[in-house]
């Protein structure tokens, strides 16, 4: 009885009505990982700087917005706020010759104070009433828009740089840094490079976030790189069942942002269910699981090699 | 690639076939709220930011509150973002999206978040201290004059600093220990050390950003100053065993701003109930839902009432008399 009270207390069109606001946080936060995606896969560094990035990011759109400023020069001021934390990372990586994750986590800790001096405190409002703003979880369809038009613009941005000369040089230093060395790459100039453009992403992505929510608080990049890989991971987990081999570079950063969705409409999901509040993390990372494990287990059964196992026993049987 | 493209249509069909029947649904719960207006059911969202002693006590108020009036007339979404600051607007957008009659924001992000949701479903706030800068609000009158109203948690501090003048006249350094991270507890520092100065107090600022360098910050409070006072920081709330492990051998006396931090390691406190202040954001919410208030010009309210409290344990460690008037804190 009680379960059929539970089952009946939930209401799919609620699930429908609340996609919508799920599918535009997760492409800000699509943006954010592709930042992940460009340090993570390309460059192969775990830059732990995006969780200090993410809230300097939001921190300077917000106190500029306060302060008069447009939100579209206050975003493009977050991007460089967000390069020069990525270049900070990496001269403390190539420079000083600190090891990659404890760079990122030095300019992280750094960014706390940083980020408490942009906003003068731990919060600051940006009240949508008052000011206009490019997204803003008030208007859920137009953040729709805007949020895939910046991720669309990305994509392609990113797309046609990783083609260049320069871009490719970064993600053959990512591949074999000692062979890109050889070949006459400057290899701690590109991974500098790679850090400063990942961070500069994250931080529209954080800048975006502020508005959406509409305010900036000193902890809002708190675990973000969590998301930011799962979101990386996911992605490729459902390109790679999608398109398989006919994945390429363009469609591979396209769900990069599908991961994104895909994350929060999970935690929408598992909002949905009503379970017990305290569950919500281990019931997300439990479906983010599922999700990641079942292509591999696939992929296992598929294996020529234990299928040749198989057929050996059949025979000797 | 044919499979995948059949099984996509089927799951989305099986969406769709489910959605149907959630119409079906709503239809039928609809029809007992235009019969009679008195056997209105009520949804009501509650959104807290993180598990904590004083956040969990207001939203026990909250529902007790709400449940005492309306029964069983009135459900409760619960959702708790467990202090991820992101996952308050995904919470604030599901019960926009879901038309909850009213939402409980617990805590500053969380009020944030549904305020930038709505504005049209009426928004009470609790455990917030300050809300004209919570809400970005300048001209700040004690009315939002929008869809938002609520309880503040604001301690009495004019009433605190007397408290400490009171237990510690002959102090002279007062240490003012808080997370970096809260902005309520800035404001409260800010207010505080205008008071105390005025009282002839001299007033430093003690701040951290996490429990990993709260001991090292509190060592050095407790080195170069006479009293401590602690805000009602969240933070602070969930590490006074650090606290009083460092300031009790120290010989630091700490004046609290709430119940659960002076419990854990002051001396005094005068003490607001988080239950208290969420069961008058319930009362509050019922004369919104049934009587029609209006959030708009409804005054934020403060806790109803105060209570001089001490922690008996750390008095007589510390060889501290306390006046009469005081109400030792139960053990726990």
């Known amino acids: 009885m009680d379960i059929l009270g539970y089952f009946a207390s939930l209401n799919p069109l609620n ?17 954010m990982a592709l930042g992940v995606f460009i340090t993570y ?78 906003l003068d405190g731990a919060n600051k409002a940006v009240n949508v009433d008052k000011y206009s703003l490019i997204v803003s979880l008030r208007n859920v369809g137009s953040s729709i828009i805007m949020a895939l038009a910046f991720a669309a613009v990305l994509i392609m941005l990113l797309y046609w740089y990783f083609g260049t000369e320069q871009g490719s040089a970064i993600r053959a230093t990512g591949c074999n840094p000692h062979m890109s060395k050889a070949q006459g790459i400057n290899i701690d ?46 992605g490729e987990v459902l390109g790679d069942a999608l398109f398989s081999k006919k994945m390429n570079f363009a469609i591979r950063l396209v769900f990069v942002v599908m991961g994104g969705v895909i994350y929060y409409l999970v935690i929408g999901l598992v909002m949905w269910l009503k379970m017990p509040t305290d569950m919500l993390k281990l019931l997300t990372a439990v479906i983010v699981a599922i999700f990641l494990a079942v292509p591999y287990l696939r992929a296992k059964a ?8 198989k057929r050996g026993v059949q025979k000797n049987a | 690639m044919k499979k995948k493209a059949i099984a996509l249509v089927l799951a989305a069909m099986m969406t769709l076939s489910l959605a149907a029947c959630g119409t079906k649904t709503a239809e039928t719960s609809a029809s007992p709220e235009a019969s009679a207006a008195a056997n209105k059911t009520y949804t009501v ?40 600051i992101p996952t308050c607007a995904t919470i604030a957008n599901q019960f926009v999206s879901s038309k909850v009659d009213l939402i409980m924001a ?72 808080y997370c970096s991270a809260e902005p309520n507890s800035k404001y409260q520092s800010k207010v505080i050390t205008k008071l105390l100065t005025d009282m002839g107090y001299t007033c430093k600022d003690y701040t951290f950003s996490d429990s990993n360098d709260l001991a090292t910050v509190v060592t050095t409070a407790a080195a170069e100053s006479d009293v401590i006072y602690l805000p009602t ?24 701003g709430e119940e659960g931090i002076c419990a854990g390691c002051g001396v005094a406190t005068l003490s607001i109930s988080y239950y208290d202040l969420g069961y008058a954001t319930g009362e509050m919410a019922y004369e919104i839902l049934v009587n029609g208030a209006d959030p708009a010009t409804m005054p934020i309210q403060f806790a109803p009432k105060y209570t001089k409290e001490y922690n008996a344990d750390i008095a007589k460690t510390l060889n501290i008399t306390i006046p009469s008037d005081y109400v030792a804190i139960a053990a726990k």
């Open chain 1, 15 to 31: 699930l429908l009505a609340s996609l919508p606001g799920n599918v535009a946080q997760g492409v800000i936060w699509g943006i």
């Open chain 1, 41 to 118: 896969r390309l460059l192969e560094f775990a830059d732990l700087t995006v969780d200090g990035s993410f809230a300097t990011g939001g921190a300077v759109t917000v106190v500029l917005i306060l302060a008069g400023v447009p939100a579209p020069v206050a975003l493009v001021a977050a991007v460089f706020a967000g390069l020069l934390a990525g270049l900070v990372t990496g001269l403390l990586h190539t420079a000083l010759g600190i090891p990659g994750i404890l760079a990122g986590i030095l300019t992280q800790i750094s960014l706390w104070s940083v980020n408490l001096m942009i």
């Open chain 2, 45 to 84: 969202g509650i959104c807290q930011l993180v598990q904590h002693v004083a956040l969990d006590a207001a939203t026990q108020g909250f529902k007790d509150a709400l449940t005492a009036k309306l029964g069983d007339k009135v459900t409760f979404d619960e959702q708790n973002a467990n202090g991820d």
């Open chain 2, 106 to 177: 617990n805590a500053t992000p969380a009020l944030q978040a549904a305020q930038t949701a709505t504005n049209t479903i009426p928004v009470l706030g609790t455990s917030v201290t300050d809300y004209g800068s919570a809400l970005g609000i300048t001209d700040w009158t004690g009315t939002t004059g929008t869809n938002v109203s609520g309880t503040s948690d604001l301690a009495p501090l004019d009433q605190q600093a007397a408290m400490l003048k009171e237990l510690f006249p002959d102090a002279k350094n007062v240490g003012i220990l």
């Open chain 1, 189 to 234: 100039a590109m991974k500098v490079l790679a850090l400063c453009l990942s961070n500069g992403l994250v931080a529209l992505s954080g800048g975006l976030m502020a508005q959406y929510q509409g305010f900036a608080d000193i902890k809002m990049g708190q675990g973000s790189i969590v998301i930011g890989l799962a979101a990386v991971i996911i």
């Open chain 1, 302 to 309: 598929k294996n020529s090699f234990s299928l040749a196992g």
């Open chain 2, 233 to 256: 920081d969240n933070t602070v709330a969930s590490n006074t065993e650090i606290i009083k492990n460092v300031c009790v051998p120290a010989g630091i006396p700490i004046v609290a």
